[in-house]
């Protein structure tokens, strides 16, 4: 069964400092990668996906990720980060089925961004 | 955007009695809906493939018998969890899928607490 793994588990950052969360994945076949997010006391939203073409992929506010098929790895970058970034960001995976769209999701990364 | 709502949002009830958690798509038919439990501080696991007209398809290690999950409509699935007790207390969360789309859209989650 395939499996992600979001090492890091709790993120302090001040204001404008660079972020990057890593995202690692176990799974032989074609994937599509997504990363979420979900703000305290919201649900969660779709920050950016990749199925397949341009590894680097762009999303909203700002957000970017790389897909590195070599590693395994789809690490969430962003040059700025502000305060409104504090959430928890899950990376997650689904094999490419066609049909059942499955997501087997990381741990998580909670981000603080203290102003 | 495509929007998936839960109702209701928060609920609490007795050892023993069974809740029922509604999961809509509010803007398009989805013949797909996941259902998926989030602990505190960790990731959403998939409990169980919703398929409309049909059985729905539950992970392993998940009690069928007690997350009974009916998709009546292409607009609606429900989840009952049956003689709760207070270690199903947990953040139950549903998601979607419009047709045609690889992309996942969540609702904003159940919380459940059982006394």
């Known amino acids: 069964a395939q499996s992600v793994s979001q090492h890091n588990h709790h993120v302090i950052l001040s204001e404008a400092a660079s972020l990057e969360l890593g995202c690692n994945y176990s799974y032989g076949g074609t994937v599509n990668l997504f990363w979420y997010v979900q703000y305290p006391g919201q649900h969660l939203q779709l920050l950016l996906k990749y199925f397949s073409g341009d590894p680097l992929v762009k999303g909203i506010k700002g957000f970017e990720a790389e897909f590195i098929k070599s590693k395994f790895s789809f690490n969430l970058r962003k040059p700025s980060v502000q305060w409104s970034d504090t959430a928890e960001y899950f990376c997650a995976v689904n094999p490419y089925s066609g049909s059942a769209r499955q997501l087997t999701f990381g741990s998580g990364t909670q981000l603080t961004v203290l102003p | 955007g495509a929007v998936v709502s839960q109702h209701p949002s928060r609920v609490i009830c007795k050892s023993g009695t069974s809740v029922k958690i509604e999961c809509r798509s509010l803007?398009?038919?989805?013949?797909?809906m996941f259902w998926y439990r989030q602990f505190p501080k960790q990731s959403l696991m998939l409990m169980a493939t919703s398929n409309e007209g049909s059985k729905a398809t539950y992970e392993q290690g998940v009690e069928k018998d007690k997350f009974l999950i009916n998709h009546a409509s292409l607009t609606l699935s429900t989840l009952t969890v049956t003689s709760a007790h207070p270690e199903d207390s947990s953040f139950y969360i549903c998601?979607?899928?419009?047709?045609?789309?690889?992309?996942?859209?969540f609702g904003p989650g159940t919380r459940l607490l059982v006394l």
């Open positions: 998601s979607a899928s419009p047709p045609g789309l690889e992309t996942q859209y």
């Open positions: 803007d398009f038919q989805a013949t797909t």
